[in-house]
């Protein structure tokens, strides 16, 4: 089976997280779970069929490695957390409009279906897990009905232009722009069209033009050999510290790297920079704010918990 994304991942088990509740369901025609409960938030039951159906989902995604006493104790905690949220939500009738319910949904399919090539083996993989559309409408209804939550329970936090300035003056060392080089190089197999190439350049030819027609990077052969900017620790190490020894304009000799045999063409050394508050006030602020709405939303749901009526039997 292909692995999915990253991305995908983070929304397909949050949002799979948030299915094992009893009672939050707006299906009401799924079939009752009389397995047995696991524990109780309040008027919800988590039941050992929803944690093991979770674990199931998990191993999807993972493999079975994850199936173990550790993991499932893990998630079950997560699920009393989320079922705290899902009624949270109920109460401040925070809900998903279905219209935005349904084009989420369709772009979760299409994306499914992408990550596992087609539809064909996306439906055996789905049916092998016994999972079906109406469960992902489910489950997506829930995770974007907790990130309602968090969008409204946070909305009111801020960040003064004093924090961002607090915050650079004293982590200065985070926003400096470290050395880094533009360059053209021409890569070849062996070391002898390296030294006839690099005779030539020496004589007068054009190095672009000779990187186009004999270099062997894909990647920079179609401009001349023009290299994205780059600072230490991108290439390979010979190349590196050959590129960063020489001056603008200065040709290189023969270098050699795993890759093959480089010469190289310095344009521009753009020294170490610190970067100015108006520079990264931006990123300062982004950051700042996801800290605070992080931390506001663990008071709400410590807040939730030490209220909460919550049971673990194991």
């Known amino acids: 089976m292909k692995r999915l994304s990253i991305a995908l991942i983070v929304i397909i088990v949050a949002a799979l997280l948030l299915s094992s509740f009893n009672g939050c369901s707006r299906q009401s025609s799924a079939p009752q779970d009389t397995s047995t409960q696991l524990a109780s938030v309040n008027n919800t039951s988590i039941t050992e069929n929803a944690l093991n159906t979770r674990v199931s989902i998990f191993k999807l995604f993972y493999g ?72 992902f409408k489910t489950f997506l209804d829930r995770y974007l009905t907790i990130q309602g939550l968090y969008q409204k329970a946070t909305e009111k936090v801020v960040v003064m232009a004093a924090d961002l300035s607090k915050y650079y003056d004293e982590n200065k060392a985070e926003f400096v722009e470290e050395e880094s080089v533009r360059a053209r190089h021409i890569l070849v197999k062996t070391k002898e069209e390296a030294q006839k190439l690099l005779a030539q350049i020496k004589g007068g030819k054009d190095f672009a033009a000779l990187a186009k027609e004999f ?35 200065q040709l290189s000799g023969v270098v050699s790297t795993p890759a093959g045999f480089h010469i190289i063409l310095l344009e521009e050394k753009v020294p170490e920079k610190q970067l100015s508050l108006d520079e990264v006030k931006d990123q300062i602020k982004e950051m700042l704010l996801e800290e605070r709405r992080g931390e506001a939303f663990d008071k709400i749901i410590a807040d939730l918990q030490s209220k909460a009526k919550i049971n673990k039997t194991q």
């Open 215 to 249: 270099s062997q990077d894909p990647g920079s052969k179609d401009d001349g050999g023009e290299l994205p900017r780059f600072g230490r620790g991108e290439m390979y190490e010979e190349f590196e510290v050959a590129t960063f020894a020489l001056s603008p304009g």
């Open 64 to 135: 079975p490695s994850i199936d173990t006493p550790e993991t499932k104790s893990k998630i079950l905690d997560q699920l009393i957390e989320e079922a705290l949220l899902i009624q949270e939500a109920a109460r401040q009738k925070v809900a998903v409009a279905p219209e935005d319910l349904t084009k989420e949904l369709a772009l979760f399919m299409d994306q499914l279906t992408t990550q596992f090539t087609d539809v064909e083996t996306m439906d055996k993989e789905l049916k092998t897990a016994k999972l079906t559309e109406a469960d």
